[in-house]
């Protein structure tokens, strides 16, 4: 059960959020899209969504520096295990309250917006429950360990698990021993990275930091296959056209 | 000097009667489709009239366009690239849908399924966005001809620039129209505002497309567009725009605005313009001097030096002689009737305007002076300020002196043009006073009023090697020539069998017969036809019924 749950699902579903990923960019480009519905209504979303999405990007710093990072290198430059959380709970208590909010404020305004509502799909649904359902218990743990204990000191448990999914080398063992509520907001995660490719959630992986690089005015030639082309680098200047082939 | 080429357009104001048959074709072409139910690449406004979306024209309300910092730079006027990012999850510049209008239908089929009743049946308006019944508030053209009256046309942009004395007499003063397609600038802001890079300028012939598989959805180009000329596509969740009919100009065809025209107003040309100078000329710091300076970055394309360039930078030979024959370059550059809208914006954009000098010339009509006489038509664009003020409001950035040019010279035209309508000897001098000859007066006068089709719109065809498979002519049988083998008529199973043609060979030499001929409808056997619809049944009109085979008389 253990291997099943922290060997096989973790692996299965890394599997499918690349090949899903994959698959989409090569077939589906066309519906890799926001899908914004700013056009609708955007007194609610410009509180909503500004809230959520810097929240939920706060939060994923957080992950990344309490899972990757490990425990021994912030130990190395002097910061005490009690410093580390007192800082952890209190920027991710922070962050993880944006995040809920602003997702209430979004899912409310999804429903009771007749356009927005309108333009919600199945698809968009499923993924919002699966979504709400991660930040939910990530949050409740989280706080239940802190308000009832000392908090949990994950970076023990399931940061070397996590790390170790990577080496190749999974040891399930130490998953067995974490709380449940933790258990349930890896599981859930995890099924949400699978679901992923096939979700509106997809436009978080062409956030544009190109953009801070590029020349304001992308030129292209009409000659090759549109989509295909690599980007030009700003230090070239305006383009020429490429040179005329001759007729053979 | 980095020379390119620009496809371009310009619009002469003064035949636009707004018929709207512009707008109407290019969304049968383009933007039939849900999603973009709300979206006109072009649209046609009434002037002085809000304009669409509302009140687009107010950059401080929806800062679209560039901004000259103080260091001379340009950045985009709703924020540069950092700020943009900082701003993607919730774009605070964006025009609603409500700004547009709701689009809606009508619930045609309870005509058909109401029950039996006392009252007729109506039709109720439906929102296309939620499908309930709605109530219709305003659309693309709910303005029309100043309909509204002063308190809609008092919400014009640009005449909030003007003074309130104005505002208030303005309504008065006259009324033109103002069609409006994407501007496909030289400096897009567009293009420049996208985060994903997915807006692009054509190198080959400037036209600004969005690369449907690139687009994100961020939404910024909407903001960015200072002619409010992108527009978000509701369902697919993408940015969409006027092509410039790219796949029509590819094959020498112009857009199907310009090709549907009734006023036949739309110039199409080539223009050559030096790529380099583009920043440069669109960061000068005095907003009067963007006219002229976007004037000069064209190159002359018959000078040897810009040819020479040209053809260094791997631009056809077919292409330097069409921007040779280009009537954009006349109009704009020989001529000087045309200008651009709204140069504020340092867009640089690329479809001109020759302002309207009708609404002059009504005026002294209307009371009852010589509304073609040089003294009387100069004096009234001097004294007419605000049909002035408000023209340089648009097309100059307020500076009313290439106005009044422009205008002064329309004016000598059309008496100098009466004269020649009269049978009264040429007067020079009515040329001279507006700086040109006589020989430049009937030449301008002959692109303003009677230039053909093939004069109207020069466009290379695209110089790709794939022009032959835009046009589907691989599959044309090399035999296919008049009274050649492949030529049947109809193949051996009968007329439907074999290798249809391509319905575009069959449109495209079917346009170009009828564009080109010389009456409206010209058939061959016109003489021969008999209009069935006023013949009253007596005796045998001629052509009723074909020959007969022995030649005898019936």
């Given at each position: 059960m253990n291997v099943l749950l922290w060997v096989v699902f973790p692996y299965l579903c890394i599997a499918v959020l690349v090949g899903g990923l994959i698959w989409r960019y090569r077939?589906?480009?066309?519906?890799?899209?926001?899908?914004?519905?700013?056009?609708?209504?955007?007194?609610?979303?410009?509180?909503?969504?500004?809230?959520?999405?810097?929240?939920?990007?706060?939060?994923?710093?957080?992950?990344?520096?309490?899972?990757?990072?490990?425990?021994?290198?912030?130990?190395?430059?002097?910061?005490?295990?009690?410093?580390?959380?007192?800082?952890?709970?209190?920027?991710?208590?922070?962050?993880?309250?944006?995040?809920?909010?602003?997702?209430?404020?979004?899912?409310?305004?999804?429903?009771?917006?007749?356009?927005?509502?309108?333009?919600?799909?199945?698809?968009?649904?499923?993924?919002?429950?699966?979504?709400?359902?991660?930040?939910?218990?990530?949050?409740?743990?989280?706080?239940?360990?802190?308000?009832?204990?000392?908090?949990?000191?994950?970076?023990?448990?399931?940061?070397?698990?996590?790390?170790?999914?990577?080496?190749?080398?999974?040891?399930?063992?130490?998953?067995?021993?974490?709380?449940?509520?933790?258990?349930?907001?890896?599981?859930?995660?995890?099924?949400?990275?699978?679901?992923?490719?096939?979700?509106?959630?997809?436009?978080?992986?062409?956030?544009?930091?190109?953009?801070?690089?590029?020349?304001?005015?992308?030129?292209?030639?009409?000659?090759?296959?549109?989509?295909?082309?690599?980007?030009?680098?700003?230090?070239?200047?305006?383009?020429?056209?490429?040179?005329?082939?001759?007729?053979? | 000097m980095r020379v390119m080429a620009q496809m371009s357009m310009v619009m002469n104001l003064d035949k636009c009667i707004g018929c709207h048959t512009c707008s109407v074709t290019c969304k049968q072409a383009w933007t039939n489709r849900s999603g973009v139910e709300y979206v006109w690449f072009n649209n046609v406004e009434s002037r002085p009239g809000q304009g669409y979306p509302r009140t687009y024209q107010n950059q401080d309300r929806w800062e679209g366009g560039w901004t000259r910092t103080r260091t001379g730079r340009l950045k985009p006027r709703a924020g540069g690239r950092i700020k943009k990012l900082f701003s993607i999850f919730a774009n605070p510049k964006m025009p609603a849908m409500q700004d547009y209008y709701e689009p809606w239908t009508y619930d045609y089929e309870h005509l058909l399924t109401a029950p039996a009743g006392d009252d007729t049946p109506v039709a109720r308006p439906k929102s296309l966005l939620t499908g309930k019944d709605t109530k219709v508030t305003w659309s693309a053209n709910w303005d029309d001809s100043l309909a509204g009256g002063n308190e809609i046309a008092a919400g014009d942009p640009i005449l909030q620039q003007m003074s309130e004395q104005v505002r208030q007499e303005y309504e008065k003063a006259f009324l033109f129209f103002l069609p409006r397609i994407c501007e496909h600038c030289l400096n897009p802001s567009c293009a420049a505002s996208c985060p994903s890079g997915a807006i692009y300028k054509r190198a080959e012939d400037g036209i600004v497309l969005v690369d449907q598989d690139r687009c994100r959805g961020w939404r910024m180009c909407v903001t960015g567009c200072p002619y409010k000329k992108i527009y978000f596509n509701h369902r697919t969740g993408k940015a969409e725009k006027c092509t410039f009919c790219f796949p029509r100009i590819e094959i020498g065809q112009p857009t199907i605005c310009s090709e549907t025209c009734v006023g036949r107003l739309r110039y199409l040309g080539l223009m050559l313009y030096d790529a380099d100078a583009v920043g440069k000329a669109a960061a000068v710091k005095d907003e009067h001097a963007l006219y002229e300076a976007q004037k000069s970055v064209f190159l002359d394309p018959h000078d040897p030096?810009?040819?020479?360039?040209?053809?260094?930078?791997?631009?056809?030979?077919?292409?330097?002689?069409?921007?040779?024959?280009?009537?954009?370059?006349?109009?704009?550059?020989?001529?000087?009737?045309?200008?651009?809208?709204?140069?504020?914006?340092?867009?640089?954009?690329?479809?001109?305007?020759?302002?309207?000098?009708?609404?002059?010339?009504?005026?002294?009509?209307?009371?009852?002076?010589?509304?073609?006489?040089?003294?009387?038509?100069?004096?009234?664009?001097?004294?007419?300020?605000?049909?002035?003020?408000?023209?340089?409001?648009?097309?100059?950035?307020?500076?009313?002196?290439?106005?009044?040019?422009?205008?002064?010279?329309?004016?000598?035209?059309?008496?100098?043009?009466?004269?020649?309508?009269?049978?009264?000897?040429?007067?020079?001098?009515?040329?001279?006073?507006?700086?040109?000859?006589?020989?430049?007066?009937?030449?301008?006068?002959?692109?303003?009023?009677?230039?053909?089709?093939?004069?109207?719109?020069?466009?290379?065809?695209?110089?790709?090697?794939?022009?032959?498979?835009?046009?589907?002519?691989?599959?044309?049988?090399?035999?296919?020539?008049?009274?050649?083998?492949?030529?049947?008529?109809?193949?051996?199973?009968?007329?439907?069998?074999?290798?249809?043609?391509?319905?575009?060979?069959?449109?495209?030499?079917?346009?170009?017969?009828?564009?080109?001929?010389?009456?409206?409808?010209?058939?061959?056997?016109?003489?021969?036809?008999?209009?069935l619809l006023n013949w009253d049944g007596k005796g045998r009109p001629e052509g009723l019924f074909p020959p007969k085979k022995d030649g005898g008389d019936q």
């Open positions: 077939y589906d480009k066309f519906g890799w899209t926001t899908r914004s519905s700013q056009l609708y209504e955007s007194a609610v979303l410009r509180w909503g969504s500004p809230m959520f999405h810097f929240g939920v990007l706060m939060v994923l710093v957080g992950h990344v520096g309490g899972l990757i990072i490990p425990k021994s290198w912030t130990e190395a430059v002097g910061i005490t295990e009690h410093a580390y959380h007192l800082m952890a709970v209190f920027v991710g208590t922070v962050a993880g309250f944006c995040t809920l909010i602003g997702m209430a404020i979004l899912i409310a305004r999804r429903r009771l917006t007749g356009p927005v509502f309108a333009a919600t799909t199945r698809n968009d649904k499923a993924m919002y429950v699966v979504l709400a359902a991660v930040i939910v218990l990530g949050l409740w743990s989280t706080l239940r360990a802190n308000v009832s204990g000392d908090g949990y000191d994950y970076r023990e448990t399931i940061s070397p698990w996590f790390r170790s999914l990577f080496y190749l080398s999974p040891d399930p063992g130490i998953m067995a021993a974490v709380p449940i509520g933790f258990q349930i907001h890896i599981i859930a995660a995890f099924a949400l990275f699978a679901f992923w490719p096939f979700t509106r959630l997809v436009h978080a992986f062409s956030a544009p930091v190109g953009y801070l690089t590029r020349p304001y005015v992308p030129y292209r030639s009409r000659d090759t296959r549109p989509g295909l082309r690599p980007s030009r680098p700003g230090w070239e200047g305006p383009p020429k056209l490429p040179a005329r082939r001759d007729r053979g | 030096q810009v040819i020479a360039a040209a053809r260094a930078a791997d631009i056809p030979d077919d292409w330097i002689t069409a921007a040779q024959r280009s009537p954009i370059w006349d109009l704009i550059m020989k001529y000087e009737v045309a200008l651009p809208l709204h140069p504020e914006y340092r867009t640089m954009p690329m479809v001109w305007y020759i302002p309207p000098l009708s609404p002059v010339v009504d005026i002294l009509r209307d009371t009852g002076h010589d509304g073609e006489d040089l003294d009387n038509l100069f004096g009234a664009v001097d004294a007419l300020r605000i049909p002035v003020d408000y023209l340089a409001g648009l097309f100059t950035a307020g500076d009313p002196a290439p106005v009044t040019a422009v205008l002064q010279r329309l004016a000598a035209m059309r008496a100098y043009q009466r004269r020649i309508n009269l049978g009264e000897e040429r007067d020079e001098s009515l040329a001279a006073a507006v700086g040109m000859t006589g020989t430049e007066m009937d030449d301008m006068y002959r692109l303003l009023a009677i230039a053909k089709y093939e004069e109207r719109y020069v466009i290379p065809a695209a110089h790709a090697e794939d022009a032959h498979h835009l046009e589907q002519l691989a599959t044309e049988c090399s035999l296919d020539t008049e009274g050649g083998p492949g030529m049947g008529g109809s193949g051996p199973f009968g007329e439907s069998s074999g290798t249809p043609a391509p319905i575009s060979i069959e449109n495209f030499h079917m346009l170009r017969d009828r564009q080109t001929a010389d009456s409206v409808a010209a058939p061959d056997d016109k003489q021969k036809r008999v209009n």
